[in-house]
DNA sequence: CGATATATTCTATTAAGACGAACAAACAGG
DNA sequence: CCTGTTTGTTCGTCTTAATAGAATATATCG
């Protein structure tokens, strides 16, 4: 049974989605910040990243230094298959959540 | 501006707009429970009813007693116009997170 | 090597979420 | 009115999630 995900949890998932096979802490951060108009900082994002790897619905691999570009090398980020089924979950609850609601409402 | 939302604030802010004039602490505890699957408990929802009640993003106030049923009183709570504001923009901010994901993601 | 660019981790602190027991208030029957 | 029963809310305490900013690491170039 997956807990259940924390709000910037559930941000940081989608957008891990979003990015495919170019999510690292910096793409996520501002793939976020461009959806939701709110930015995070890197401390809160790479901590956010770091527990969903502890629950096992992530996993990282460290991506190979980039010739002519310099800097540290990227973090990349994946959902795995339970993080799959939790955001599913949140998506499918949220969706039972807005049914039926007054079309002013903006149902996602 | 709004803060975010916690997660069981979204949930709870739903729930209000859903049961319209028939929202107290219970029957937002059994709406949740049933479009979740996942129940909180009274001690959560309250303590959520409580700090979404200091943001401002919600009212309440206590119900008249019901003859035949005996029982406690029940505390009514309605969803302000900052909450609308702030329950808007979430979804919002979901919908564009959500929007072009492949067809297998039950977009909400 | 030193400078520069890029990216992640660390350290503290506050906010949110969780739960069960305790408390409160309404009514009914004696 | 007192006592039991029903319904609903609050309290005390703990764990987890979110937060920002400083510090650190690593890669490249001159």
Redesign the interface.
């Known amino acids: 049974m997956p807990g ?4 910037l949890e ?2 940081v998932l ?2 891990l ?2 990015l495919g096979d170019d999510a690292y802490g910096v793409t996520v951060r501002r793939e976020i910040a461009r ?4 930015p995070a900082s890197f401390g809160t994002i790479y901590a956010t990243l770091a527990r969903l790897e502890d629950k096992g619905l992530v996993d990282s691999w460290l991506g190979d230094p980039t010739p002519l570009r310099g800097g540290r090398r990227k973090k990349y980020f994946r959902v795995r298959p339970a993080g799959k089924v939790a ?2 979950a949140y ?8 049914r ?2 007054a079309p002013s ?4």
Chains 1, 2 share one sequence.
């Open positions: 259940r995900l924390g709000e559930q941000l989608l957008a989605v979003r959806c939701t108009g709110r955001l599913r998506l499918q609850a949220l969706r039972t959540m807005t039926g609601l409402w903006p149902v996602p």
